[in-house]
């Protein structure tokens, strides 16, 4: 009783509320007699949605909607499901994918094992993930900017990074572009605009939108950014500020997500509840989204053809999900079979291997040559332990640089401190590797 | 995969490793705690057990983090999850803001959280969660809500090739917090004593464990629950001459640089481990400092703001007239952690030695 008295009057103040939306929205319905008996038909015009009225309460559930389909090119075995969907790439473009495949896969081969012997500090590779790199790659112009995370060397591989300059990086020598202030795999090449990989987690991700929005204010602009991260990054508060800001902003930028099912031990069903990455694309925040099977490269490479060409002509973010599975262990400082069978693992390295997808497509088209392939590795091989060889006698940057870099020029503060060390470092010379840093 | 053995079989025929000039070497040699009976533990054993007892007495106690479940990248929750459950011991999606800020949740209701950031790196995006929530649930509550059964274990410091993201000592920014409890361990036993001290403190407490300890450090820990006080240092050598102060992995660089100091310069230090950064223990440090009138802080953290500036300030206030020299930092570089310049970037022990020599001679 005592709700309904206080009901009728509240009551009575929305009927008044409706009579002052009615003169100021004319489309409203001309009666409340109407707005009540009909309220389906009715549209809610409120500041934070818009969205139709219902009279019947319900609890949207996560089951009641559909996931995002996947999209793909290539089945298992190489075909191509859907002729239309060929992109028709020439004989050249796809031996240079499947080179730059091998050679990726190649190299991390040798360099994780380098790491094992204790040659390099550290290592992560990119097993099973080649296609996401490739495919993407390919799809972009060099003046797109990219923000990785840090297991998207393939990206780097497209772009011309050279197997020396991987090295010297690992190695931190003299000729390390990043002057070895960084762990192994931290690249980054100005001339292939690639921005220097952070170890923090998505701090690249709201970074790689502000680029994109500056970039968009530039007159003539017809460059988009590329942001790199893995589904467990997508989990920190960064990733909601980049997507956020990315959609209410407008930036022609394309988040690109490597979803490969593990963050570190943690698997992607302990990560999210939800539709994967892409669905968080377009109902939470309003961004147009793709998803597709990263371990086909056409697939990706389409997809991100598709993405670029959106976000340059509507100046506005993309979602793009590859979806594939890290064959790799999470770094060289772990061993994932401590969360994860190697029969799981195996099955993704084999069956579902994008490197073999592509060699399967290949077969098909008469463009494989098993002595070539052999060979090629051979000769990657040989050039991998080669440089291994050179990097690892090259010196190390002239410790002084140690201080170079904190600010554009350094402040009398360290350079005092600079002399301090210098001065230690003269008296107490038997007790450092200079020998090992240029002087 | 066949392909790793061959390249194992290639690689070989390189170099050998140990003319390599990236090899690391360990900068420290570690100093045990002697206690007694125990069992031989690292400090990854000596946490994990820690751990077992607060989630075996307390059935409240929750323990979570970045890839807790598994055991942690460290190992120190190992077993802990096949022991009490996945609803007590659990993965937490990646994301150091909201294991914070969970954290608290969960300690607002007078439940115990042991919380993991997964390095100290990484701490950053739940500053604000630990500097203006944590720090400050009961003084902007006038004591209604708080937060105080909450323990953040956060790995930290130089492990020889961590670089800029893999090696930092942020103790300095959350001692400037009023509020939080900030600790170090230097080895196993401690470790254990002061993670179950701040499991039942009533104030919000971070424990920066150093990383390069979980393995290194060995002692003989007693396997019984125990407590190690909070806010008190540890005098772990005696001396009259230079009082020397630290905490974890720098105690024993100190250690270390004292027994050289005896043999080379024939002088005595007084090795203190600071153990808390907040609150500290004034009343030892400024014992020892009026005893010695020589005072030498060593931190890996970088020299400006770091807490050896705090030390410094009160102990020119306090002791003015007892000092023989001024208060001497040896410290990280004002720069990022840098990876190939480590042996460069810290307070070693040969550095400390020749501050040793410096101060005696001022």
């Not at chain 1, 539709?275 to 389409?302: C, H, K, L, Q």
């Not at chain 2, 607060?54 to 979570?64: G, I, V």
């Not at chain 2, 005098?235 to 080379?264: F, S």
Request: include cysteine; charge should be neutral.
């Amino acid at each position: 009783m005592s709700f309904l008295r206080k009901t009728i009057p509240m009551l009575g103040a929305l009927g008044r509320q409706h009579q002052h939306l009615k003169t100021v929205v004319g489309a409203l319905p001309t009666s409340s007699r109407q707005y009540s008996s009909d309220p389906a038909n009715d549209y809610a015009n409120f500041p934070g949605a818009k969205a139709p009225f219902v009279s019947q309460l319900k609890l949207n559930l996560p089951e009641d909607y559909a996931p995002i389909p996947i999209y793909r090119v290539m089945d298992r075995d190489g075909f191509i499901a859907d002729e239309t969907q060929d992109p028709q790439l020439s004989r050249e473009v796809v031996e240079k994918m499947f080179r730059d495949m091998l050679l990726l896969n190649t190299m991390d081969k040798i360099l994780y094992e380098s790491q094992r012997q204790g040659r390099i500090s550290f290592y992560m590779t990119n097993f099973g993930e080649e296609a996401s790199h490739i495919g993407s790659a390919a799809a972009l112009e060099m003046r797109d900017l990219i923000y990785g995370q840090y297991r998207e060397a393939g990206v780097l591989v497209w772009r011309g990074f050279r197997i020396d300059q991987f090295i010297d990086q690992c190695y931190g020598n003299v000729d390390d572009l990043g002057r070895g202030k960084q762990m192994p795999v931290h690249y980054g090449s100005r001339e292939l605009n690639f921005v220097t990989i952070s170890s923090p987690l998505s701090t690249q991700m709201p970074q790689a939108v502000g680029a994109a929005y500056a970039m968009k204010m530039k007159k003539g602009n017809d460059a988009c950014v590329v942001c790199y991260f893995g589904e467990g990054a997508a989990s920190e508060g960064d990733a909601h500020a980049a997507f956020n800001f990315a959609a209410t902003l407008g930036c022609p930028v394309i988040l690109f997500c490597r979803n490969n099912g593990f963050a570190i031990s943690t698997p992607s069903h302990e990560q999210y509840k939800g539709d994967g990455i892409a669905g968080r694309g377009p109902m939470g925040y309003g961004i147009a989204t793709i998803r597709v099977d990263g371990t086909d490269v056409f697939a990706v490479y389409n997809a991100m053809k598709m993405a670029r060409e959106y976000v340059l002509k509507e100046n506005k973010p993309v979602v793009f999900e590859a979806l594939a599975y890290r064959v790799s262990h999470h770094s060289t400082s772990d061993d994932s079979t401590a969360y994860r069978s190697p029969e799981e693992i195996e099955v993704w390295n084999s069956v579902d291997n994008p490197i073999s997808k592509l060699k399967r497509y290949m077969v098909h088209k008469g463009w494989f040559d098993e002595a070539e392939e052999t060979a090629f590795i051979k000769d990657v091989r040989k050039k991998v332990l080669k440089q291994i060889a050179v990097s690892e006698k090259k010196l190390k940057p002239n410790w002084r640089e140690m201080f170079e870099g904190v600010y554009a020029e350094m402040p009398e503060h360290l350079v005092e401190q600079r002399k301090e060390l210098e001065k230690h470092l003269e008296a107490h010379k038997e007790h450092y590797p200079l020998k090992n840093f240029k002087q | 995969m066949l392909f790793s053995k061959v390249a194992e079989y290639y690689l070989k025929r390189l170099l050998p490793t140990t003319l390599l000039t990236n090899n690391v070497r360990s900068h420290f040699t570690y100093y045990p705690t002697v206690s007694g009976p125990g069992k031989t533990m690292n400090m990854f054993n000596a946490i994990n057990n820690a751990m077992d007892l607060a989630l075996q007495n307390d059935e409240s106690a929750l323990l979570f983090g970045e890839d807790v479940g598994f055991g942690g990248v460290f190992r120190c929750s190992v077993n802990l999850r096949d022991k009490y459950g996945k609803d007590r011991v659990f993965n937490s999606p990646l994301c150091e803001q909201g294991i914070a800020g969970f954290a608290i949740g969960v300690a607002n209701t007078g439940t115990t959280a042991i919380a993991e950031i997964q390095f100290a790196d990484y701490i950053f995006p739940s500053f604000d969660q630990i500097v203006n929530e944590a720090a400050k649930y009961r003084y902007r509550s006038g004591d209604l809500f708080n937060c105080g059964s909450l323990t953040f274990r956060v790995p930290c410091g130089a492990v020889g090739h961590g670089a800029l993201y893999h090696s930092q000592s942020p103790e300095a920014y959350f001692a400037h917090t009023p509020g939080l409890r900030v600790v170090v361990p230097r080895g196993p036993i401690k470790a254990k004593g002061l993670l179950l001290a701040c499991f039942r403190d009533p104030n919000p407490c971070i424990v920066f464990e150093p990383k390069t300890l979980y393995r290194a450090a060995v002692e003989d820990v007693p396997t019984e629950y125990y407590t190690s006080e909070l806010g008190k240092a540890d005098v772990l050598r005696e001396g009259n001459d230079v009082t020397l102060i630290g905490w974890g992995t720098q105690v024993h660089i100190l250690l270390e640089a004292a027994e050289l100091a005896k043999e080379t310069l024939k002088v005595d230090c007084e090795v203190i481990d600071l153990v808390s950064i907040l609150p500290w223990d004034t009343n030892t440090i400024s014992k020892s400092a009026k005893k010695t009138g020589r005072v030498i802080i060593a931190h890996e953290a970088p020299l400006t703001q770091g807490f050896g500036s705090e030390i410094a300030a009160y102990i020119q206030e306090q002791c003015f007239l007892h000092l023989e020299a001024p208060v001497k930092r040896v410290t990280g570089w004002d720069t990022p952690f840098p990876h190939v310049f480590e042996p460069f970037y810290l307070p070693d022990k040969h550095r400390c030695l020749t501050a040793i020599s410096n101060i005696l001679n001022f």
